[in-house]
């Protein structure tokens, strides 16, 4: 069966702390990894990883992509309260006639003042 | 990337009815889904729904209880059927608009059922 897993479930810091949140899949037919932050009802984009090794930045999140591990992590640095979030990894995989996400449970992230 | 408007944004529904969730897309797109989050839980995959023929529904989820309509390619419809307490969830539209910035989700329905 077709899963995708994070690490920790749950987190707490505090603020100017760093944290790396672990994403495992076991999918076939993978085409993209993509993590999404969730704060109230929809999940917003982050990035979209597809090839091993590279590095995807927006300021002080990154995250990065190993296929042959079958893994993804997302690096947030110097943490502010608004990081506070859900944070989402999906798997992107041919699911037949089109592609579709598959999504983990989630990391609570909450960044304490 | 494309905006979604999804209403209604949260609703308090008696057990045994159904309420119609509309989302709206500013640009064409070829597929939307669907998506149910329970309390505490992750985004499941409802169903898929292209423009011109039924929806494709994910195992656990059936016509009956989740009817879609999908009339153009800018715009979609679930309807959730005969509620029970176990439907209280939020219900999320989404869209790849470009394959560069994934899925974009539309900002969600909040149903409780009582």
């Known amino acids: 069966e077709d899963k995708v897993v994070q690490s920790p479930l749950s987190l707490v810091v505090h603020e100017g702390d760093t944290v790396t949140l672990n994403c495992s899949y076991e999918?076939?037919?993978?085409?993209?990894l993509l993590w999404y932050k969730q704060e109230k009802k929809a999940p917003t984009f982050l990035f979209m990883l597809?090839?091993?090794?590279i590095e995807k930045k927006s300021g002080r999140l990154s995250s990065i992509l190993d296929k042959k591990e079958l893994f993804s992590i997302l690096n947030i640095t110097a943490t502010q309260t608004g990081d506070s979030a859900i944070y989402l990894c999906?798997?992107?995989?041919?699911?037949?006639?089109?592609?579709?996400?598959?999504f983990g449970k989630g990391t609570l992230l909450t960044v304490n003042p | 990337s494309a905006v979604i408007s999804q209403k209604p944004s949260r609703d308090i529904c008696q057990r045994g009815t159904s309420l119609t969730i509309q989302c709206q897309v500013d640009?064409?797109?070829?597929?939307m889904f669907w998506y149910r989050q329970q309390p505490g839980q992750s985004l499941t995959l409802i169903a898929t729904?292209?423009?011109?023929?039924?929806?494709?529904?994910e195992s656990g989820f059936v016509i009956d209880k989740f009817p879609i309509s999908r009339p153009n390619l800018t715009f979609s419809t679930l309807t959730v059927s005969n509620m029970s307490p176990e439907d209280s969830s939020i219900y999320l539209c989404?869209?790849?608009?470009?394959?560069?910035?994934?899925?974009?989700f539309g900002s969600g329905t909040r149903l409780t059922v009582v």
């Open positions: 989404s869209v790849e608009f470009s394959y560069t910035y994934g899925y974009t």
């Open positions: 999918v076939t037919n993978f085409r993209s």
């Open positions: 597809t090839s091993s090794g």
């Open positions: 999906a798997v992107e995989y041919s699911g037949g006639s089109n592609y579709k996400l598959t």
């Open positions: 640009s064409q797109v070829t597929m």
């Open positions: 729904a292209n423009q011109g023929s039924e929806a494709t529904y």
